[in-house]
């Protein structure tokens, strides 16, 4: 029942991906909404796991011919992200593959490349995983594409975009579904499945902020070309039904406002009601959610309740398939087998840096 991603690198939630040219990479790069970084992977190095380390990373970044990305009018910044116990710091490896940027440049190519960390043209990913580092230059930017771009309304227990779609991604929906997010809070879920089901990328709404616009890294020229034959494919008239409904009105109105600036807001059929109330449960075949879970706000006996309505909603409803995140899988499991539903696949995700249950629940 439980899977395991396997986890490249032992960094658990990164995917190496190899691609036929740069198009296809643009393409994937525009389009797919599960992801918030990426990363060009220049070479991955063995580094000894004392403070030697830190030579040998400059020696790796000195060597990786990373001067041919950098020019003059290119800034540039060095990050690291660290998993593993190590006897140095972040800061340090970050600091050391920065200097090997400088010298690469000063020493192969005869000048000296501007540093600005704050909001550098160019960021140089050096990243420790154990003894490995991983070196790449970003390719989304300083924010991750979770931020899409259209959220005016922010909920205070708002969902990540990318999560949402993991949700209906598990969910398998597709244009013959009808979806129910019973509880939408500022709209996540439901503006997330509007653009799947009509073929909106997930970089719509930020295609000029990518970070390689800046560096040149990949052509813009394509960029252009794809972005604009990907958008010529999204089908503004696709024929969906999807249901959103909260009990809070004031949740609800950010949720169409967000829809609104989605461009999706005639997509999605809005309600006021409790879970329990909804009056449309015997036409929907799909449901996803993220209800309460009394962590972070509101009570856990409110929150609770809550999930038992939603299971009981869902029992009662023509769906067949739920997906939902949830903290604690014991309660779902428990709760969803009194009510004949079966637990089809339990899935650990974060939900940032709370670590919860992506569910699917189906009938029969
Ligand atoms: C975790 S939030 C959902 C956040 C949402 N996915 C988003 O991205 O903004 C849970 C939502 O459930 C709603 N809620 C809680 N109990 C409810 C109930 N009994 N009926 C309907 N909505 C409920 C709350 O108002 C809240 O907006």
Redo the contacts with the bound molecule.
């Keep these: 029942m439980e899977e395991k991603i396997p986890t490249p690198f032992s960094f658990s939630g990164r995917v190496l991906a190899t691609f036929k040219g740069e198009r296809e990479l643009l393409k994937v790069l525009y389009t797919n909404p599960l992801y918030h970084k990426a990363s060009l992977l220049l070479g991955i190095f063995t580094i000894p796991t004392n403070r030697n380390a830190l030579d040998a990373i400059y020696e790796a970044v000195f060597n990786s011919k990373i001067e041919g990305l950098l020019s003059p009018s290119i800034s540039f910044g060095a990050r690291c992200v660290r998993k593993g116990f190590h006897p140095f710091t972040s800061q340090e490896v970050a600091a050391y593959a920065g200097a090997a940027v400088i010298d690469a440049c000063r020493i192969k190519r005869g000048f000296r490349p501007k540093v600005y960390l704050d909001d550098p043209d160019l960021i140089v990913n050096a990243d420790v995983v154990q003894d490995r580092l991983l070196l790449g230059v970003e390719l989304v930017g300083q924010e991750g594409l979770h931020h899409r771009r259209w959220r005016i309304y922010s909920?205070p227990?708002?969902?990540k975009s990318t999560l949402?779609n993991a949700l209906l991604f598990v969910a398998g929906l597709s244009l013959k579904d009808i979806l129910w997010?019973?509880?939408?809070?500022?709209?996540?879920?439901p503006i997330e499945a509007a653009h799947r089901l009509i073929g909106l990328p997930a970089g719509f709404f930020r295609k000029n902020e990518f970070l390689f616009l800046r560096n040149s890294i990949l052509s813009s020229t394509l960029w252009d070309q794809t972005t604009k034959e990907v958008d010529s494919l999204i089908n503004w008239d696709a024929p969906i039904t999807i249901y959103a409904?909260?009990?809070?009105p004031k949740?609800l109105s950010g949720?169409i406002a967000n829809a609104q600036k989605a461009l999706v807001v005639e997509k999605i059929n809005f309600f006021k009601?409790?879970?329990?109330e909804f009056p449309h449960k015997e036409s929907i075949t799909l449901m996803a959610?993220?209800?309460?879970?009394g962590v972070r706000l509101g009570s856990p006996h409110?929150a609770e309740?809550?999930i038992k309505?939603a299971l009981i909603s869902f029992a009662e409803s023509s769906a067949t398939v739920f997906t939902l995140l949830y903290p604690e899988l014991e309660r779902v499991e428990s709760e969803a087998k009194k009510l004949g539903i079966r637990l089809d696949k339990a899935l650990n995700v974060y939900n940032g840096n709370l670590r919860v249950w992506l569910v699917r629940l189906a009938k029969n």
């Excluded at 997010?181 to 879920?189: A, F, K, L, R």
């Design positions: 909920h227990a708002g969902l949402a997010d019973p509880m939408c809070g500022s709209g996540t879920i409904s909260d009990h809070s949740h949720a009601c409790d879970v329990s959610a993220n209800p309460p879970y409110k309740n809550a309505k």
